[in-house]
């Protein structure tokens, strides 16, 4: 996996929930799962344009506490179909593993980032060196970069990639009791 | 260096002698509890790549407290095919629409979640489980993982110790002290990082706690971010100790031990939004009504409709106030029913729900429409929690919103405060 990821930072601002923010609450309660019902709903009630300026591998930068609340996951596998990578100030452990189970790279401990950058920004960021360039200007920022063993968990494909090697490893998971 | 109550039940479930916060670890789960909301999608991840069956099925247990009366021909078919999973998968404890009630509360009464036992659930409000000194991490999503592998990964959180003191007023019961205290750690006036720790209850206060009291305070703070809540171990009814049940060493690492005194406190009243947006229910008073809901993971317990009724007593509900009355578990509905306080809540003109969520869960049963406002002891209140995006979720103690039933307008629970007339 390449851990080095150029896009648009979309910047958010502190404490954005899942539910209601990231993805409207009705649409949660609908346990909907497919991407592609999901994707013109991600961060509608925050911003409905929003998802319309979004480009494929495109960077969110949110403030502290991003996904607060329930940490569900609709809005994460909506992101993930995009592409997209988060980069915020603080994260819930619930909703990093939330992000690690489907593969979103993610910087959860990037203090100040949500002033540091602007809407539109040009950005490249070095998920294993927890570097963050202004394209534009050349500045660097220095963040805790993306510890191994959760790059290895994101490399492999977060929670699916893990489970389909438990099942090749325990076959027997995969047939049916009988009658 | 001694540990916590919960980094020793940690260890002992992965398999560790010692555990520290910041480990990562694989604890292995003596139990496994989906709601009947998640089981299909469960089923649908893992079918999808080819599993047939989960690892350890003798440990899963399936609640129906979501979607307990099926109002949609969506919920049917959602029932059906739970039952259908259930017995694909031989499910060890499948609990039907009608069996058991509410997943975070009748597992306590049953025995099936005992003291110092470790456990997976897909829901945050498994933390209600820590009113008995067991740790019920929430699984999320991840709770795919951990019905096919068994486990699955998670971080050893730090344990702030809140011990609390005193005697509050009557008319203040412990869902206010919840709403109080998540106040007072969300607005940083105590100090102390929340997010992703462990509160440890202690004080003379918890020492005279039901459990139905322990529960509330579980509950009320989990929605702020806390990963967990518990108290030492006890059984339902608080009957004998058990000297194998886990306790935190006296040189446990607690990141910080915050003593607070409960004795001054008035009743609180949740603002619409979220739990912790507390203000003394003086703040509130007056606010009309459209629908009064008593019930949930927070507050389904004889207890809380025994005091509920107690303010009831004498007094009718509003007219034009829809009172929703939801017994948290089977065996609390039977209660109430024998004890008499079932008619106490008719007489009143209460409606009564079967056991579960009730609305909570999106609304089920009790939905709220546009620019309506409740007044309910619901788990939260973020907007669209109950219905409509615009209706307005306040939040009380069952005393409060059994007051505001009557009173037609958020009223003070507090006793000779309640001005309705009388039938």
Known sequence: MNWIQRGTAHVLGHDVPHDGAVMAFDIVLSRNTNPDELIPHLFAELDPGLVGRIRSGDLIVAGGNFLAGKAHNAGIIAMKALGLGILCESMSVRAFQG??????????????????????????VDYANGTVTR???????HYPPLAPEIRAMIGNGGMRGALLAHLRAHPELGQPYAE | MGMTLVEKMLARASGKASVKPGDIVLP???LVILHDGYVETAYKQLHDIGYRRVTHPERVVFVTDHQVVYTTPASILRGRANRRIAGEWRIGHFHDAGQGGHGHLFPMESGLVRPGMFLFAYDMHCTNFGAIGAFAMRAGPNVVSVLATGTTWTVVPHTLRVT?????????????????LAHRLTSGELGVEFDYRVVEFGGSYCD?????????LCNTLTEIGVLNIVFPPMLPLGSARDPTWLESDDDARFEHT?????SHLAPQVALPGAPDQAVPVDDTVGVAIDQAYLGSCGSGMYEDFQAAADVLAGHHVASGVRFIVVPGTV??????ARDGLTQRFLDAGAILLPPGCGPCAGGAGGPLASGEVSISTAATNGQGRMGAKDAHCYLGSPLTVAASAVAGRIADPRPGALRSPRR
Request: with cysteine; glycine share 10%.
């Open chain 1, 99 to 124: 992000v690690v189970a489907l593969a979103v790279p993610t910087l959860a401990s990037c203090h100040g980032i949500a002033d540091a950058l602007c809407d539109g920004d040009e950005i490249e």
């Open chain 1, 135 to 141: 394209c534009a200007t050349g500045e660097i920022h």
């Open chain 2, 28 to 30: 292995e789960p003596e």
């Open chain 2, 164 to 180: 609390l003191e005193g005697e509050p007023p009557p008319g203040v019961h412990p869902r206010d002290v919840g709403f109080w």
């Open chain 2, 208 to 216: 005279r706690l039901p459990l139905s009291g322990r529960v509330a």
């Open chain 2, 258 to 262: 915050l003593v607070l005194d409960v």
């Open chain 2, 331 to 336: 065996e609390t509905a039977g209660r109430m």
